[in-house]
């Protein structure tokens, strides 16, 4: 009967001890990918300034890739919608900017930035 005892917080400790692992590297995870995304929209405003009729691109760092989707005219004319997703493991984080582009000067404005769920 001890031994069971035995057995059986033993396997609980060790089940818990996964659990703590697993959630410690699910956040570094988390983390990296937010990075990733963030880094995606910021080098689309830097390709922005330089080609307004952007559609697409992605960015490639040490770690993953965020994959940009670029939304031109949205929500209004003279706007550009950028959503940047990449994943790390199994956690995946988003990241959407809106720029206005001024049609006399070309300049490119951040207005909007928030973290998708």
């Known amino acids: ?35 990733i995304a963030t880094a995606g929209v910021n080098d ?3 390709r922005l300034a330089r080609n307004q009729a952007l559609s697409t691109s992605s960015v490639a760092t040490a770690n993953g890739t965020a994959t940009v989707t ?17 994943t790390v493991g199994s956690r995946t984080r ?3 900017a809106i720029f206005s582009i001024s049609s006399t000067t070309g300049q490119v ?8 769920q």
């Open 1 to 35: 009967m001890i031994g069971g005892v035995m057995v059986f917080v033993g396997a609980a400790v060790a089940y818990l001890a996964m659990t703590f692992v697993d959630s410690g590297y699910g956040l570094q995870a988390s983390n990296q990918a937010e990075s």
């Open 44 to 46: 689309t405003f830097l």
């Open 70 to 86: 670029v939304t031109q005219g949205s929500p209004v004319a003279g706007e550009v919608t950028v959503l940047s997703s990449a």
């Open 94 to 96: 988003k990241v959407s």
């Open 109 to 116: 404005t951040l207005t909007s930035w928030q973290d998708v």
